[in-house]
């Protein structure tokens, strides 16, 4: 079975510059997360997804951070304008949401560098 | 926010040792679940407790859910190289389809 898949792996990019990453989760899962992790610590979740709808955006810094998931499968997460604060592996996770599986996995993650 | 506390911070032990690391936090949770993460990839699960009290092994690895459902422990023991990486605690409030909420990581170092 095909693991959470996410890219791009690594992204530099200048400050007040836009940025999206990409997240394909494990077939079949309904549930899906997007967690920031900043270096040294563990990570926090941003926003997460039953389906392609919202459950839980409270920690989502919604002036320059949206994600979305159209068709209820695959998610963008976006950033614009980027801070230095920023910088961090943004990782995504998935699980099957039911009481099916509540076991959440995750993808390698993208390493964004805010200069 | 919540925050959940993990010690130690950073372990460097010798291979064939034992290890014992825990979390605590400063709420209740009624599920806890221990986590590894090795450079450049995504965190694992390694042990998933739902009832204080409970110990639960998993090869090596023991964890138990504390009492007061404010803290859980993890044993390795006889470790071995491949057990090198970070180590996290995480909890949820209910059981089912919640977000986690990430203690700050053990690193552990196996020296040669």
């Known amino acids: 079975e095909a693991g959470v898949a996410q890219s791009p792996r690594y992204k530099i990019i200048e400050k007040r510059q836009s940025v999206a990453f990409w997240c394909n989760p494990i077939?079949?899962?309904?549930?899906l997360y997007w967690y920031q992790q900043i270096l040294g610590q563990g990570p926090k979740l941003l926003i997460q997804?039953?389906?392609?709808?919202?459950?839980?955006d409270s920690q989502l810094p919604k002036d320059r951070f949206s994600a979305e998931r159209l068709k209820g499968v695959d998610s963008t997460l976006k950033i614009q304008p980027a801070k230095l604060e920023d910088s961090a592996v943004y990782l995504c996770?998935?699980?099957?949401?039911?009481?099916?599986?509540?076991?959440?996995?995750f993808g390698p993650g993208t390493r964004l560098l805010v200069l | 926010g919540q925050q959940l506390n993990q010690s130690p911070q950073s372990m460097f032990i010798q291979e064939g040792e034992d290890v014992s690391m825990n979390c605590t936090s400063s709420?209740?949770?009624?599920?806890w679940l221990w986590y590894k993460q090795e450079p450049g990839e995504g965190p694992v699960l390694l042990i998933a407790?739902?009832?204080?009290?409970e110990l639960t092994s998993n090869g090596r690895l023991t964890a138990q859910f504390g009492i007061t459902r404010k803290d859980s422990f993890l044993n390795i023991s006889a470790s071995i190289p491949s057990d090198v990486g970070i180590y996290f605690c995480?909890?949820?409030?209910?059981?089912?389809?919640?977000?986690?909420?990430f203690g700050t990581g053990t690193r552990l170092t196996i020296i040669p």
């Open positions: 996770a998935s699980s099957l949401g039911s009481t099916a599986g509540w076991t959440q996995y």
């Open positions: 077939s079949g899962h309904a549930t």
């Open positions: 997804f039953q389906n392609n709808g919202v459950v839980d």
């Open positions: 709420s209740i949770f009624n599920t």
């Open positions: 407790l739902y009832k204080a009290g």
């Open positions: 995480a909890g949820q409030l209910n059981f089912g389809n919640e977000k986690l909420t």
